[in-house]
């Protein structure tokens, strides 16, 4: 990707992109049908700002019972006690298992949040018609795609223990509230990128070089 005004881009060109199914489209119609799929065309994501910030601040409220609330409780013999995100990190610490603790904190506690604020930051930028950097915010934008579900690593660790720790009188392992809560968060996040358009970041950045009126010659 280019930030050379010089170069045409799609959308001048009157091409539009089905988000469906990948075909380009020359001069179509606002919300035509696509030819190949019948998906509806769009030069931008419909309401894309609105929708992300609608699902990220949905995330963000609920990232604060994801890790107050337990998200397993445990029981052996008589014993009995529920265990949150933060809890389980410095349980796994205390034992030894230095390299498990790091990487449940950075999957369940480091990730959501950087992924979240990362987001934000670019919501922000778009609405304000920043030009800074489209590059580099783009290239976040792709890594914010790419580590999404890796976040689910304490919800898939939840439902491992579940499955393996049920010895009846003797122990048990059910999930909390905290890992639907948590559930939820790392979803909402997933939603809230893939509502995101990527392109209003070189729309920003374009404007300026359009709105400039042309130098005299000297």
């Known amino acids: 990707m ?6 045409p881009r799609g959308a001048s060109l009157g091409l539009i992109g089905c988000e469906a199914c990948g075909l380009v489209v020359e001069h179509a119609a606002a919300a035509a049908p696509c030819p190949r799929c019948g998906h509806r065309l769009h030069a931008r994501k419909p309401d894309s700002v609105t929708r992300s910030w609608a699902y990220l601040m949905a995330a963000f409220i609920l990232y604060l019972p994801a890790n107050l609330l337990p998200v397993l409780h445990s029981r052996k013999l008589f014993t009995e006690w529920s265990d949150t995100i933060m809890s389980g990190v410095v349980a796994l610490w205390n034992d030894g298992a230095y390299d498990l603790a790091i990487i449940v904190f950075t999957a369940s506690v480091v990730v959501p949040l950087l992924k979240m604020g990362a987001l934000a930051l670019l919501l922000v930028q778009v609405q304000r018609g920043s030009s800074y950097l489209p590059r580099e915010r783009t ?18 660790a939840v439902a491992l223990l579940v499955a393996l720790v049920h010895f009846g009188a003797l122990g048990n392992a059910e999930p909390g509230a905290g890992v639907v809560a948590f559930g939820a968060v790392v979803v909402l996040t997933m939603l809230a990128t893939m509502s995101f358009d990527p392109r209003l970041i070189w729309d920003a950045h374009r ?12």
């Open 2 to 7: 280019t930030d050379d005004p010089a170069i």
């Open 207 to 218: 404007a300026p070089a359009r709105r400039a009126p042309d130098r005299p010659p000297t």
């Open 139 to 156: 290239r976040l934008y792709r890594i914010l795609e790419f580590i999404g579900h890796w976040s689910m690593l304490d919800v898939f």
